[in-house]
């Protein structure tokens, strides 16, 4: 499973680090947003349904047409040269990562023991990790060497080989109800099966977290390039080898200590991280703030995933993931939004742009501690 998801988030991460560019090329400066934005609006759009069909199905059927979706689009991208083609693109290539990840996500919650749930996500955060960073990392390398068409392919390759893995995959028979029932209603989710209440508040947590990342992922390519760096990727591998560390720990400090504790941590490290690349006026200084902002993520993730597998009820695992999964997706959106609107193509706004972020973080921390006693489940 963790192969076939580090294959899988590879696949479209390699594409961002060059994106900025491309769509500038194509004459789409001023909707760089979208890059991200479209992508994850149809992603928490596809969440829902993803969350049903993991439930009322299987966890696996999500996983399998996530990965289609994304080999479809990938090599799709160089036959669509506008501006709104590409766009169009983006926003069929986000109802993949809408499905693939709700569905990887419930199978692994399915087999692994409560008490050993804070270990696995570590494990399985690491695995995403790899996948965004070392994604990232090679992006900028492979259309050095093959060109963006190149790119694009590339894409569609990794993806394929994520299917091989997912072949492999079991997973527990689950109970999909009364056998007459119309394949629709197993399909199309019911209003009190859109969000999972239960698990508002690891969700909350992950919409600031994931603004966070959003915001990172417009801003690093403009912010490498204009220190002059020719890999757009490098910020995210020199953090990779400190996240595989920082994840493993963090999750099983989540067996120890709980989500609050993990998460106050990951909070305050992320304001500091985003000082100093706010503030980054070297080359040095900014790769240090990719250790900071590693760390930080590689925190906050593992825990509210386990937090959010501990909290989803038993029988809407699928639900409680695509909730949380949902979260993400709007809090990237975000992220990419106001990046867009406050730094907007002008490097003197970066560190306006951070502050922004230090203050998100700051009220993520006042909401973690004003709800410390609104207990939802025993690892509250």
Not at 104 to 123: C, H, N, Q, S, Y
Not at 164 to 178: R, S, T, W
Request: with cysteine; hydrophobic share 55%; glycine share 10%.
């Amino acid at each position: 499973m963790c192969l076939n998801v580090l294959l899988f988030i590879m696949s479209f991460n390699l594409l961002l680090p060059e994106m900025n560019a491309y769509l500038t090329d194509l004459g789409g400066a001023d909707k760089k947003w979208m890059i991200l934005g479209l992508w994850t609006i149809a992603a928490a759009i596809a969440r829902p349904f993803s969350g049903k069909i993991a439930d009322s199905i299987s966890r696996k059927s999500v996983m399998y047409f996530g990965v289609f979706v994304s080999v479809i689009i990938s090599f799709l991208y160089p036959f669509f040269i506008t501006v709104g083609g590409f766009l169009i693109l983006r926003f069929l290539h986000g109802f993949s990562t809408g499905f693939h990840p709700t569905g990887a996500t419930a199978l692994i919650a399915d087999v692994v023991p409560k008490g050993k749930r804070g270990e696995a996500m570590g494990i399985f955060g690491v695995t995403v990790s790899i996948g965004f960073s070392l994604g990232q990392a090679i992006g900028s390398p492979i259309k050095i060497a093959f060109g963006t068409d190149g790119l694009f392919y590339a894409s569609g390759i990794m993806g394929i080989l994520s299917l091989l893995f997912l072949l492999k995959a079991k997973e527990e028979k689950i109970n999909v109800g009364p056998v007459r029932v119309p394949v629709y209603k197993r399909i199309i989710p019911r209003l009190n099966e859109i969000i999972a209440p239960e698990v508002i508040q690891p969700s909350l947590i992950m919409f600031v977290t994931a603004m966070c990342s959003g915001i990172y992922m417009m801003i690093v390519p403009d912010i490498s390039e204009n220190l002059g760096m020719q890999n757009k990727g490098l910020f995210y591998l020199v953090n990779v080898v400190f996240m595989i560390i920082t994840r493993i720990l963090s999750g099983r400090f989540y067996d120890l200590f709980g989500a609050r504790k993990n998460l106050y941590l990951g909070l305050s490290l992320m304001i500091v991280g985003a000082i100093v690349t706010g503030t980054s006026t070297t080359v040095f200084q900014f790769l240090l703030s990719s250790i900071i902002f590693g760390i930080a993520a590689s925190i906050c993730s593992p825990a509210l995933f386990a937090w959010t597998a501990d909290l989803a009820l038993k029988e809407f695992k699928g639900r409680g993931m695509a909730t949380m999964f949902i979260a993400l997706e709007l809090g990237i959106a975000f992220g990419a939004l106001c990046t867009q609107i406050i730094y907007n193509n002008d490097h003197n706004m970066v560190l306006s742009l951070f502050i922004f972020m230090s203050i998100m973080c700051v009220l993520g921390i006042f909401y973690l501690y004003v709800t410390r006693n609104v207990k939802t489940n025993l690892l509250n």
